[in-house]
């Protein structure tokens, strides 16, 4: 086994689920994983707190943290910055945390740019139409948002392909197992099994 945790992104459609699928996952196994929480100058919905959801941030916050460097990677989308902190990450994981950040395509992939070893899982509901109606059933948003973010996951599924394993969100429970078994596999990745392999090389070159 790796000794390191490993770094796992979570993409879909806006409305596929991904919030709750993490929340399950947590809430089941809450010593293996923790949530990256991201930066955003967007405003927070009703529920969300500061520091739990997001941080909440002005744009001129948010662009300080570019300037010093502060986040792995960010993303504009529908109008607003997204980021996530860079020292929570590689904290976490330094100290065997697998850790998941629940971010969109171009965060996705500058940070499997960045970081190699990275899981790509994409999360969808079963059909386009299901989409559709779990966006208009959250009622938290105007039409106008709704429509930009169904627009934008027209654009977004051209990149599924980019990604490495899809997750259907059909029954909350199964695609978090999935999603679970999917992280664990990566523990025996060989590239992140360098030390113990080097040893059992070294143990076995007596018997050449
Ligand atoms: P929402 O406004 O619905 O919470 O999030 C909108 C989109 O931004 C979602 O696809 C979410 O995954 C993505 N997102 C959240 N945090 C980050 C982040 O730190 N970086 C990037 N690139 N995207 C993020």
């Given at each position: 086994?790796?000794?390191?945790?490993?770094?796992?992104?979570?993409?879909?459609?806006?409305?596929?689920?991904?919030?709750?699928?993490?929340?399950?996952?947590?809430?089941?196994?809450?010593?293996?994983?923790?949530?990256?929480?991201?930066?955003?100058?967007?405003?927070?919905?009703?529920?969300?707190?500061?520091?739990?959801?997001?941080?909440?941030?002005?744009?001129?916050?948010?662009?300080?943290?570019?300037?010093?460097?502060?986040?792995?990677?960010?993303?504009?989308?529908?109008?607003?910055?997204?980021?996530?902190?860079?020292?929570?990450?590689?904290?976490?994981?330094?100290?065997?945390?697998?850790?998941?950040?629940?971010?969109?395509?171009?965060?996705?992939?500058?940070?499997?740019?960045?970081?190699?070893?990275?899981?790509?899982?994409?999360?969808?509901?079963?059909?386009?139409?299901?989409?559709?109606?779990?966006?208009?059933?959250?009622?938290?948003?105007?039409?106008?948002?709704?429509?930009?973010?169904?627009?934008?996951?027209?654009?977004?599924?051209?990149?599924?392909?980019?990604?490495?394993?899809?997750?259907?969100?059909?029954?909350l429970e199964v695609c978090m197992?999935?999603?679970?078994?999917?992280?664990?596999?990566?523990?025996?990745?060989?590239?992140?099994?360098?030390?113990?392999?080097e040893s059992i090389k070294k143990e076995?070159?007596?018997?050449?």
């Amino acid at each position: 086994m790796g000794h390191k945790g490993i770094l796992a992104v979570v993409s879909g459609f806006s409305g596929a689920g991904k919030g709750t699928l993490m929340k399950a996952l947590l809430e089941h196994y809450p010593d293996q994983y923790a949530l990256s929480i991201s930066a955003t100058t967007r405003s927070p919905r009703a529920g969300e707190e500061h520091g739990r959801e997001y941080f909440f941030l002005t744009r001129d916050q948010f662009e300080e943290l570019i300037q010093k460097e502060a986040l792995i990677e960010y993303a504009c989308y529908v109008g607003n910055y997204y980021g996530t902190p860079r020292d929570y990450v590689l904290e976490q994981m330094e100290k065997g945390k697998d850790v998941i950040l629940e971010i969109e395509i171009q965060g996705a992939l500058k940070v499997k740019e960045r970081f190699p070893d990275t899981l790509l899982l994409f999360v969808t509901p079963p059909s386009g139409a299901e989409l559709e109606r779990r966006l208009r059933s959250r009622g938290t948003e105007t039409q106008e948002v709704i429509a930009g973010r169904l627009g934008r996951a027209a654009e977004e599924a051209a990149y599924m392909d980019r990604y490495e394993y899809l997750l259907v969100n059909d029954d909350l429970e199964v695609c978090m197992e999935e999603m679970h078994r999917l992280i664990q596999a990566q523990h025996h990745r060989i590239s992140g099994c360098q030390e113990l392999v080097e040893s059992i090389k070294k143990e076995l070159e007596g018997y050449r």
